[in-house]
């Protein structure tokens, strides 16, 4: 057989046995764009999705505040206590000066700093006050400053949450001064609520939420001490009083 007749012919073999990898490279590329366009479109449609589940979490988280809220406005009674002596530790319940709100102060060292003598040691003040007219809740304020003296940085931040009780909470007002530079006030309501950014569930159900479920728990202990704190006393008295008639 000539030479060139023979080359041929391997050519053709080799080229006939490379057909069967072109063909499983073709069906693999073709796997993975499908396998691309897959994730796209559900990337898509996650991103895409109609926000009723997201509105749905939102009305549930309002209703949470709202029913927190009406138990902080039962706690009225504080204020018409002669004096506040009790407190839960590191925070200091008051009536204000004008009697109208109920002023909560407190602060915790972060406990994540080193306690080595004279190190920096990073701590938050929250002051916060509860303030009623005639006997409803008018306004909650609330205030967090983190001082660190480390980064030597006073971060700031203010919450107003007007009327309360009747308000959507997507009109709380929230406001930030970091080293005595205000940024714009900013709605609650106007923060983004998207599946990828979920900013306002997340301020509501992360922060928010738990904020008042503390001072609801703090107001509580304190009214539940002074109240024993009074039966105990009015319990002497009366005995007291028994024991001179008895005499």
Not at 40 to 56: F, Q, R
Not at 154 to 167: K, S, Y
Not at 189 to 214: A, Q, T
Request: aromatic share 6%.
């Amino acid at each position: 057989m000539p030479k060139k007749s023979t080359t041929a012919i391997l050519q053709i073999c080799r080229s006939t046995s490379m057909l069967p990898r072109f063909n499983t490279l073709i069906l693999l590329a073709a796997s993975l764009l499908a396998f691309g366009a897959g994730i796209a479109a559900i990337d898509s449609a996650y991103k895409n999705a109609p926000d009723t589940d997201l509105n749905l979490e939102d009305q549930a988280l309002d209703a949470q505040i709202r029913e927190e809220v009406k138990k902080i406005e039962k706690l009225d009674a504080l204020r018409k206590l002669n004096s506040l002596q009790f407190s839960p530790q590191n925070t200091k319940i008051s009536v204000s000066a004008n009697g109208e709100c109920l002023e909560i102060n407190g602060h915790a060292e972060n406990q994540e700093m080193p306690r080595a003598k004279s190190a920096p040691v990073d701590y938050k003040v929250q002051s916060m006050q509860v303030c009623f007219t005639g006997g409803k809740l008018a306004r909650i304020e609330s205030a967090f400053t983190t001082v660190s003296l480390r980064t030597r940085e006073t971060n700031a931040n203010r919450l107003v949450h007007i009327n309360p009780a009747a308000a959507t909470p997507n009109d709380i007002i929230i406001s930030r001064v970091l080293n005595e530079r205000a940024a714009p006030p900013l709605k609650v309501g106007d923060l983004e609520n998207s599946k990828v950014n979920p900013l306002r569930l997340s301020f509501k159900r992360d922060y928010y939420l738990p904020h008042l479920r503390n001072t609801l728990y703090n107001l509580q202990l304190t009214y539940d001490w002074h109240r024993r704190a009074g039966i105990k006393a009015n319990g002497k008295v009366v005995q007291q009083y028994i024991n001179r008639a008895e005499n």
